[in-house]
């Protein structure tokens, strides 16, 4: 029944390594999303993605990379990890957003951790 | 870029009594949110404000668009044990991109 699930929930992994995080939702949203959460819980988003466009949060370096599958799934792949990476990562969906705001669900998060 | 200011940072109360948290912004939104995330959680909505000077209500939970479109505030009355958690305003406007705020940690002693 989980609406938007995220796996896996804790990746411990050292600098340099390349990790994925998995993303699935049900909802049959057209939208989704990444954000990152860092240390003093500041959240800000990544990538806003569906089948017409990706938009890429300029702060973004281009070690990171969505990958979407098929509708219901947006993946987070991470090259050369460094230490500043370590954060929780949250998935969101939604319907498409246009003028109106969609609401958007989030999954439970993965967090992070490089050493 | 576009900041949201969320003040305060956290909160400690107790138990039965009100909570006031704002958000301000350097530039305009189209619409407000208010979130809540639990420990170990996604955030999960709990009030989209859609026009100007709009009042709304979801049970114990007050909150308002500014007339500005640049500030809005959450209100919690009668405090409960649950309440516990983190609060954040976030701003939107066209795309569904949303902008948060720093956050409000609330702490609930019962």
């Known amino acids: 029944d989980t609406a938007v699930s995220q796996t896996p929930k804790y990746l411990v992994t050292q600098m340099g390594n390349d990790k994925s995080i998995k993303c699935e939702q049900n909802?049959?949203?057209?939208?989704m999303y990444w954000y990152k959460q860092d240390s003093k819980k500041f959240l800000k988003i990544m990538f806003s993605?569906?089948?017409?466009?990706?938009?890429i949060n300029e702060t973004v370096p281009n070690r990171f990379s969505p990958k979407s599958p098929d509708k219901a799934h947006l993946n987070l792949h991470i090259n050369s990890l460094e230490l500043g990476d370590s954060a929780v990562y949250f998935c969101?969906?939604?319907?498409?957003?246009?003028?109106?705001?969609?609401?958007?669900?989030f999954g439970p998060g993965t967090r992070l951790t490089v050493l | 870029g576009q900041q949201l200011n969320q003040s305060p940072q956290s909160m400690f109360i107790q138990e039965g009594e009100d909570v006031s948290m704002n958000c301000t912004s350097s530039s305009i939104f189209n619409t407000w949110l208010w979130y809540k995330q639990d420990p170990g959680e996604g955030p999960v909505l709990l009030i989209a404000?859609?026009?100007?000077?709009e009042l709304t209500s979801n049970g114990r939970l007050t909150a308002q668009f500014g007339i500005t479109r640049k500030d809005s505030f959450l209100n919690i009355s009668a405090s409960i044990p649950s309440d516990v958690g983190i609060y954040f305003c976030a701003g939107h406007n066209a795309g569904n991109m949303l902008t948060f705020g720093g956050g409000t940690r609330l702490m609930v002693k019962p």
């Open positions: 993605y569906n089948n017409k466009e990706l938009i």
């Open positions: 909802l049959g949203h057209d939208t």
């Open positions: 404000l859609y026009k100007a000077g």
């Open positions: 969101a969906s939604s319907q498409e957003g246009g003028t109106e705001y969609n609401e958007q669900f």
